[in-house]
Each structure stands twice: as C-alpha cells, then as structure tokens.
Nanobody, 127 residues
Framework: QVQLVESGGGLVQPGGSLRLSCTAS????????LGWFRQAPGKEREFVGA?????????HYADSVKGRFTISRDNAKNTVTLQMNRLNPEDTALYYC???????????????????WGQGTQVTVSS
C-alpha cells in the first residue's frame, strides 16, 4: 500500500511560479511511475505529466504544460515534484499526484494505470 501526500499549492498571480511536492510512504518508490493530474472546476481530470520508474526515468508532459512545467523525482526521499512556471488562469485546478507500476508507455497519460492517488492540492492562478 502506498500513501501519497501533496503539498505546495496556493494562490499565485498570472506569470508566477509554484512548486508542488508529493511524498510517498510504503512500497518501493523507485519502481513506480509517478504522475501528476489536475481537475479544474466543471471539467474532467486531465494528465499533466509523468516520470517512469524502474530506472526508465523518462518524462512525459501534456502539450498544454510542456516547456512551463518540470517534473523531478528523488528516490532517496520518496518525493516527486512539479515545478510550474509561467502560470496562467487556465492552470487553476486541484492537482493530484498518482503512482502506479507496470504502466506501459502508451498508457502513461491514462488515469487507469495509476493505482494510488493523493488527496490533491489546490492551485489558483488569479490576479
């Protein structure tokens, strides 16, 4: 069983930055593919980005955040972070951290492969 706890959300002005963290407990962290998803009010949850585990460590991003958001993982600290730069109001959402094993590359953007989810942290971009 893996527990995920996100932190770092808050209110930021357009053009600003935030850094989200997700700390895991339980399981073998390095084996997991770690993903970030978000859900805006009235919308379905969507993929933001992910980093594969088990030594793969390849990074994948949604087109809407590519070049602005960066994922990093620290297996020694059981932590994955999401650095978000040049935020705009469309980035306002509840951000979730997720973990899963055995996720094939073609499914890395799908929620179904991620077995464990955090509670989410709110990000609001507004002036």
């Amino acid at each position: 069983q893996v527990q995920l706890v996100e932190s770092g959300g808050g209110l930021v002005q357009p053009g600003g930055s935030l850094r989200l963290s997700c700390t895991a407990s339980g399981g073998t962290f390095s084996r997991y593919t770690l993903g970030w998803f978000r859900q805006a009010p009235g919308k379905e949850r969507e993929f933001v980005g992910a980093v594969r585990g088990s030594g793969g460590n390849t990074y994948h991003y949604a087109d809407s955040v590519k070049g602005r958001f960066t994922i990093s993982r620290d297996n020694a600290k059981n932590t994955v972070t999401l650095q978000m730069n040049r935020l705009n109001p469309e980035d306002t959402a509840l951000y979730y951290c997720a973990a899963g094993q055995g996720i094939i590359l073609s499914q890395i953007r799908a929620e179904t492969g991620y077995r464990y989810w955090g509670q989410g942290t709110q990000v609001t971009v507004s002036s």
